[in-house]
């Protein structure tokens, strides 16, 4: 094995051109099911996992932005189809399984992504019940309700991988409030550990990915003075915040056989911002 990886190393720049020529894709033969695949982190990693080889079922509630997602993917040479869904509708999420299978054979990879949040969400005392229990119809039951029709057909495929998106705020407490939303992704991030120990030896491994801040529709309906952003910016090491494509570059990664020893994981795309006390000037 070493004298094989001496040899690598030794070939000469026509080899690593040629190796470079039959370079597979990172998903290649891989079917995936992105929700929230209409625009930010879905629409990124859709894009890039089309790029890189797998099938993608666009799931969102959007049919404008959703469409177009599948166009762009099918004009660069990818294979993407986008269904409408409700993640907090149990009905629309049997149906979004079944249409993945039905589109493209099997399952292998289920990203659960789509999530919301809402500007009135706030502390305990000011935040509504209708505020609560519509963020967490989205972000927690939603999540939910994708383990609970995408789990069978994972295991129909032989096993797979689940990527729950849930976010830093699972992890840090914040003086700019927003309860619900917090609360609703710390459910997801306890739930997917628990997945991935239940499902550890049936060849299905489950992640929270946890973004830090990033500059999407979701974070931008927010802050939505420079005020807001400021009181926030001057929390992160790097002085800015994130790009959806840097959290697809996480999401590829665990769902992609090169981690296939990372189970269960919090799985940290966030700038540094969860091991930070005192920022550099
Ligand atoms: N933006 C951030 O700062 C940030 C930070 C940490 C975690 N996250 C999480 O990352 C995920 C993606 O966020 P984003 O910033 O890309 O958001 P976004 O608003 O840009 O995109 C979210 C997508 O989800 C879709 N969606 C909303 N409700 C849905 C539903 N009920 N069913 C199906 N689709 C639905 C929307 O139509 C939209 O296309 C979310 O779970 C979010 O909570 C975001």
Request: aromatic content about 8%; overall charge positive; hydrophobic content about 40%.
């Amino acid at each position: 094995m070493f004298s094989s990886f001496k040899k690598i190393q030794n070939i000469g720049s026509t080899s690593i051109r040629f190796y470079s020529t039959i370079k597979k894709g990172r998903l290649d033969g891989k079917v995936a099911l992105i929700t929230g695949a209409a625009d930010g982190v879905g629409r990124e990693s859709s894009l890039l996992f089309a790029k890189e080889g797998a099938k993608v079922l666009l799931v969102d509630v959007n049919d404008i932005k959703g469409k177009e997602v599948e166009s762009l993917i099918k004009s660069s040479g990818g294979e993407a189809s986008f269904f409408r869904a409700d993640v907090s509708k149990a009905s629309d999420v049997k149906e979004m399984i079944d249409a993945v299978e039905k589109t493209f054979g099997k399952l292998n990879i289920l990203f659960n992504n789509a999530g919301i949040m809402i500007s009135e969400d706030d502390d305990s005392v000011n935040t509504t019940e209708e505020v609560w229990d519509k963020t967490m119809n989205v972000n927690l039951k939603g999540v939910f309700l994708g383990c609970k029709f995408g789990i069978p057909a994972l295991l129909r495929a032989g096993g797979g991988t689940i990527i729950n998106t849930a976010s830093f705020v699972a992890i840090m407490g914040a003086a700019t409030p927003q309860i619900a939303y917090t609360a609703s992704k710390g459910g997801v991030l306890a739930m997917t550990r628990e997945l991935a120990i239940i499902h550890a030896r049936q060849n299905i491994r489950v992640n929270a990915l946890c973004p830090g801040p990033l500059r999407t529709e979701l974070l931008d309906k927010f802050l939505n003075t420079p005020e807001k952003r400021n009181r926030r910016l001057v929390h992160l090491p790097m002085g800015r915040f994130g790009l959806a494509n840097e959290i697809a570059n996480g999401a590829l990664f665990l769902a992609s056989d090169e981690s296939s020893y990372v189970t269960a994981s919090t799985f940290l795309v966030d700038g540094g911002l969860t091991a930070s006390y005192v920022t550099p000037l």
